[in-house]
């Protein structure tokens, strides 16, 4: 997909408009030369697609010949199930389309005319396009998606990046079997003309461009200045954004069959046919009937939701159908309801899942009160026990320091220190007579001293 830049637009109208000028200067016709491309242009090209014919399981009676609808002007197949309008998408894609071809506000307004004719039950996109302009590519792929009527696309050569964009929200795409057929390119890029070397080369005039005081930012993406790095990086930002949404679109499109893990898919590789198929990026390969046949029967569920929603019997009401699906009731319990008996009870059911949820919000908060309360215990305990674990750091450091001045070995006078149990024993040898009696290291001295006087030859007696 081509990122589009408004300051590479003047150089794009200046070629058409020397070749408008050179038309005129030969006095040739313009309208002579210049055709614009309508639908009935491709009718051949759609009448050779429709005579290739498929047997299907679902087939439908496909007409090879079609007609152009009174009211739409659009080509349309007539089926079973209903009227099929014919859409061809060809070339590369821009917004307001160019001299000989259509845009997307063109494709986008030949869908509203399908949608709005009674006579067209549903649409098929036959596209071969290589893409195009960023500019206009969302708005007509949310054209595809919001349709009214089933939408299919039918695969015709090239399915290519904006055009993979837009056949991604269609209801089913189906991939030419007889004709090679490419889908992919998913991805942006930016073509930049860099005319300098003609300048250079004296092919080219020098050109300088001169901005305004005030207009330093002013188409800072031309063929004539190189890029500066703080624009590539805003650049690159863009792309990335751009590419981004293309991504998130494709994936919301194809929904749960696309393989978002294929090798190179988001990265703008292109897949045949079967190989798309294989990696849920179409849904079937076949012919354009095959496309019609699918579409067709698209328009007919709808068609039948519709009746059923609006047309039904009393007595075979088919309406409470959505209570089986939106509130898993039995068809037995939704069996020989009316239409007002549906909504009552679905009423009910919405009244109590609103209760339920009502009970679930309040007891969310509930809970959320108690987790707020328990963590606000938690951490008082925590902060307790911290504390606790601090005291007992405390005290063992203290039992330490205890320990260690009790066995440092004291200098000086000794003390002779005998427990109770031993004092007791002493007092039982004296058969209880003596009273308990502490003796010091004097009482020692003064012993030794006696004796040594007593021993003393030269003591007198």
């Not at 009227?83 to 509203?112: H, S, W």
């Not at 893990?261 to 897949?271: I, N, P, V, Y």
């Not at 007891?363 to 601090?390: G, P, W, Y």
Request: aromatic residues 4%; hydrophobic residues 40%.
């Amino acid at each position: 997909m081509l990122h589009t830049l408004a300051a590479q637009h003047w150089l794009i109208e200046e070629g058409y408009l020397n070749r408008v000028l050179s038309i005129l200067h030969s006095g040739r016709s313009l309208d002579s030369l210049i055709h614009k491309q309508n639908v009935k242009d491709y009718m051949p090209r759609l009448q050779g697609l429709l005579s290739f014919t498929e047997v299907e399981a679902h087939a439908t009676d496909l007409q090879n010949e079609f007609q152009l609808a009174e009211s739409s002007g659009l080509p349309v197949v007539q089926t079973k199930q209903g009227n099929i309008a014919l859409i061809p998408v060809i070339g590369a894609l821009t917004k307001y389309g160019e001299l000989c071809g259509y845009g997307m506000q063109d494709y986008q307004n030949m869908i509203a005319r399908a949608n709005a004719d009674s006579s067209i039950d549903g649409i098929v996109l036959i596209m071969d396009t290589p893409g195009g302009s960023v500019d206009g590519t969302p708005e007509f792929g949310l054209t595809v998606k919001s349709s009214l009527k089933p939408i299919g696309v039918f695969g015709d050569g090239m399915v290519a990046s904006a055009g993979m964009w837009v056949a991604s929200q269609a209801d089913v795409i189906v991939g030419n079997k007889n004709n090679p057929t490419a889908f992919g390119s998913i991805g942006t890029l930016m073509v930049k003309q860099d005319m300098a070397n003609l300048v250079e080369a004296g092919r080219m005039q020098k050109v300088e461009i001169i901005r305004a005081p005030q207009s330093t930012e002013k188409a800072l993406i031309n063929s004539l200045e190189p890029l500066t790095e703080e624009t590539r990086a805003l650049l690159m930002d863009e792309l990335r954004s751009i590419t981004n949404d293309f991504i998130g679109t494709v994936k919301a499109g194809r929904g749960d069959a696309l393989d978002v893990k294929a090798d190179g898919l988001f990265k703008g590789r292109m897949f045949d046919t079967y190989k798309a198929k294989q990696i849920g990026l179409i849904d079937s390969v076949g012919t354009l009937q095959t496309a019609v046949n699918k579409v067709a029967e698209l328009a007919k569920e709808k068609k039948k939701m519709t009746t059923t929603g609006s047309n039904a019997s009393e007595d075979t009401m088919n309406k409470p159908n959505w209570l089986v699906s939106l509130f898993s009731k039995t068809e037995s319990e939704t069996a020989g309801l009316t239409e007002e008996q549906a909504l009552e009870e679905g009423k009910k059911e919405v009244a109590t899942l609103q209760a339920a949820l009502k009970a679930a919000e309040d007891e969310k908060v509930a809970l959320s009160t108690r987790i707020s309360t328990l963590e606000s215990q938690f951490n008082t305990a925590t902060a307790a026990a911290d504390a606790a674990a601090k005291q007992v750091n405390e005290l063992t450091e203290a039992n330490t320091q205890l320990k260690a001045a009790l066995d440092k070995k004291p200098t000086g006078q000794a003390t002779t220190i005998i427990s109770d149990e031993q004092r007791e024993a002493q007092l039982a040898n004296e058969n209880g007579t003596k009273e308990k009696t502490y003796r010091t290291s004097a009482d020692d001295e003064a012993d030794q001293m006696v004796a040594l006087s007593n021993a003393n030859p030269f003591t007198k007696k």
